[in-house]
């Protein structure tokens, strides 16, 4: 804890309530006296560097290379990526990584270098080690994506974590992007990110850097070519970052920076090279398959705030039903809680929870419960006295267990780094199944205190297991929502084998789509904030992060009905599509805001309904192949500068671009096209790219286009799925893909393939088999036959 953490404790007092507050106060400086005695002082330190090369033993995908001061071992994989870590570091124990380190690829071999250094050479790219110890990552025509410093670590003279500085250097007409969800992106420009999960507050928006999902993780597109990089250490730092700039006639490049600086933890990096798709694949076998949700997840969820009760939540369904909205999932907030208990419902206001659930799954919607880690340290409590008498709950350093402060007072947390304690926490999930809930919802699972004030609740002395290895909190912070999300995935799996598990976190690390998605926590509700909403899902996705979406309208303020309005049509082409109620009856639901924003809203309600078929579609694809639903237009062209930096737009798949409205009092909006022929889905007009068009953009509706040749799978009339084919340029031909899925349960669909193509004066559609072509069997609609070709 320091000193910022005292100060947004002190505001706490008067935003939160006297009481509440006071508590909130005196556990921060319960914190802080308990990393007084827990943390060793950081007093001197010795700066060190790896000093001169002296040795190299080459050895399987790679070898060693001893310095005098440090040693570097670097490894290729069997997937193409490339590992190295320094002072003996290795790829595992690791969070990040799903099961065991990939095999090394037998054919990379040490070989020397120039000037005196040596080099690995791979399929996908060459690593080259200076005789200093600075690291390349070239081509494998010899071009420099990367080039990584030789780094220096601040060693305690009297022991401890040493903390370490990594400099790097990317070409300067480089772009950097992800770095987890940060409201200040996609594209991160100049600026200091902090490595350290926060809770935003009541609302962040886009100038502020705190964000809930923070990982290592940069992707990196220039002209040379595209490279991800991850830095493997769950402990707090700081990523500066500087874009270059090109000179000008004879005037010199100056390469963009990267200043990455840790407070501790092993310095080793992976880092993938090749073509976007490519690198996300590879990204992917290394962290693991995003998880597949049920089908009733990709649809219409709503969140209610506050108390409320069990006739309250029949109320806003019966809201959507009589004005024939459709919804698929309402989510239950910490109100339906008993206040001094954990999983547990509120009998009184909920006394027949079971049987709503029931009813609305008949009606095709599913309930969802917030969980929070907090347990409330009350004797009497069922859940509490169970993981007392297992002795699951995370410590002081000094031996007791550690508490804080959270919204039902004082409260214990269970230690998720500990393999058994994840398998008794997934099994307290039965009482929520029991009750009917089909989903969960993790929340404050930094873990913080208190939702308004971001600082950690426990202290960074506090210790935990970190999988028998052992440690303090300053390791297992970043990493705590992450085991949580896998104790909640795994125990949904034992207790209901047939079902794919729903866990949405609002926390995370790298590798938390293994595990569910996220959600972007409290957005300001303010045109910023819409802006910020579409960075975090496009920051997460290119980190391997698919799933994931808004809160509709944000929090906090006063949002007007054309910021709710552009925000529902966002959040409609948004792998998440949750909207948020207010505190008070009747309110946050479409209807409340009037007549025509009503009408908007069933626009956007119908079309996501519509597309569900393509986003099931979608969600199998990024399992099998780790490409982001949410896509950047440069995404099967980061050559093309105009596209890398348009932040306002872009693909869902690769059937569809979206160009959604971020500002107030628009009706028109300039759209930048990728190269080919693109229609607007509402008036079938085709416009040509590459170009800059400028668009009509009513209220009721944001310019979105599908690309010629597409074939989008889509829900017709009768509930089935249909194919919408948009017309291919004439001499071109174009295609799509299906995945036809049960809704939920196991079974890998197998992947329908259709091609698109003009014979003679008509479009013909045929899916392609392993040995043959023939019809398709579903419906077929062709639009964008007309032609009516756009004015430039």
Not at 471 to 496: P, T
């Amino acid at each position: 804890m320091d000193g910022r953490d005292l100060v947004r404790s002190v505001k706490s007092v008067g935003s939160a309530g006297a009481a509440q507050g006071l508590r909130t106060v005196r556990a921060a400086w319960r914190r802080r006296r308990a990393d007084a005695a827990g943390l060793p002082p950081r007093g001197a330190e010795r700066a060190r560097v790896p000093g001169q090369m002296r040795e190299v033993v080459p050895g399987p995908g790679g070898g060693v290379v001893r310095f005098s001061r440090s040693e570097l071992r670097v490894l290729v994989a069997v997937n193409g990526a490339v590992f190295w870590g320094w002072d003996g570091a290795g790829p595992e124990p690791s969070y990040a990584l799903t099961g065991r380190c990939p095999e090394p690829d037998p054919r990379a071999v040490l070989e020397p270098d120039k000037d005196g250094g040596w080099r690995v050479v791979a399929e996908r790219a060459t690593v080259a080690v200076s005789r200093h110890g600075a690291i390349e990552v070239r081509t494998p025509g010899g071009v420099v994506l990367r080039r990584e410093l030789p780094p220096r670590w601040w060693e305690p003279v009297g022991g401890g974590a040493a903390r370490w500085t990594q400099r790097s250097e990317v070409a300067a007409d480089a772009r950097f992007f992800g770095l987890g969800g940060r409201a200040a992106g996609p594209r991160l420009r100049k600026g200091t990110y902090r490595l350290w999960n926060t809770a935003s507050g009541p609302a962040h928006s886009h100038r502020e850097d705190p964000s809930s999902v923070t990982m290592p993780v940069q992707l990196v597109v220039a002209d040379a070519g595209t490279h991800l990089v991850f830095h493997d250490s769950s402990w707090d730092g700081t990523v500066a970052l500087r874009e270059g700039e090109e000179g000008s006639g004879s005037g010199h490049d100056r390469p963009g920076r990267s200043v990455l600086r840790m407070d501790g933890g092993p310095l080793r990096c992976w880092v993938t090279v090749g073509t976007p798709a490519r690198v996300l694949l590879a990204w992917a076998s290394l962290t693991g398959a995003s998880a597949l949700p049920p089908a009733w997840a990709l649809g219409h969820h709503h969140v209610r705030s506050g108390l409320g009760d069990e006739q309250e939540v029949r109320r806003i369904v019966a809201g959507y039903q009589e004005r024939d909205l459709p919804l698929d999932a309402v989510h239950l907030d910490m109100g339906h809680l008993d206040a001094h208990q954990v999983f547990t419902v509120d009998e009184e206001r909920f006394p027949k929870l079971s049987v709503l659930a029931e009813e609305l799954r008949r009606d095709g919607i599913r309930l969802v419960s917030v969980v929070g880690p907090a347990v409330p340290a009350a004797s009497g409590n069922a859940v509490y006295d169970s993981g007392s008498s297992e002795d699951v709950f995370v410590r002081d350093a000094s031996g007791p267990v550690a508490r804080g402060v959270a919204w039902p007072g004082d409260v214990v947390f269970p230690d998720f780094t500990r393999a058994r304690v994840r398998e008794w926490w997934g099994g307290l999930y039965e009482e929520r199944l029991g009750r009917g809930f089909a989903g969960f919802w993790h929340d404050r699972d930094e873990p913080t205190s208190l939702a308004a004030f971001g600082e950690s609740t426990l202290a960074r002395s506090a210790r935990h297991s970190l999988e028998g290895g052992g440690g303090d909190h300053r390791e297992a912070h970043n990493v705590y929502a992450l085991c949580m999300a896998r104790a909640g995935y795994e125990g949904l799996r034992s207790l209901a084998p047939e079902e794919r598990p729903f866990i949405l976190s609002r926390s995370g690390w790298a590798g938390m789509q293994r595990y569910g998605g996220t959600w972007s926590g409290e957005v300001a509700a303010d045109w910023p904030g819409l802006r910020a909403s579409l960075a975090l899902v496009m920051g997460l996705g290119l980190c391997g992060v698919p799933y994931s979406g808004p809160d509709v309208g944000g929090a906090g303020g006063s949002r007007s009905p054309e910021l709710y309005v552009r925000w529902l049509q966002l959040a409609a082409y948004l792998p998440l599509f949750r909207t948020r109620g207010g505190s008070r009856a009747g309110s946050g639901e479409p209807w409340a805001l009037g007549a025509e924003v009503l009408e908007h809203a069933r626009v956007a309600l119908v079309e996501r309904r519509r597309l569900m078929p393509y986003f099931v579609t979608l969600a199998h694809l990024a399992r099998r192949t780790g490409a982001p639903y949410v896509r950047p237009l440069w995404w099967s062209a980061p050559e093309e500068r105009a596209l890398r930096d348009c932040e306002d737009a872009f693909l869902l798949g690769d059937c569809l671009l979206v160009a959604p409205v971020l500002d107030p009092g628009a009706d028109r909006r300039a759209v930048q096209l990728p190269r080919g022929r693109w229609y607007d889905m509402v008036t079938e007009r085709a416009y040509e790219g590459p170009a800059q068009v400028l668009v009509d953009a009513p209220l009721g509706r944001i310019p979105v286009f599908a690309r010629a040749g597409a074939v989008l799978p889509v829900r017709g009339e009768g509930g089935g799925t249909e194919l919408e084919v948009w017309a291919p340029a004439r001499g071109r031909t174009g295609g799509g893909l299906v995945v036809p899925d049960a809704g939920d349960g196991w079974v890998e669909p197998e992947i329908e393939r259709y091609v698109s193509r003009w014979e003679a004066r008509r479009v013909v559609v045929e899916r392609e088999g392993e040995d043959s072509v023939s019809e398709p069997s579903r419906p077929v609609r062709v639009r964008g036959l007309e032609e009516r070709s756009a004015q430039m």
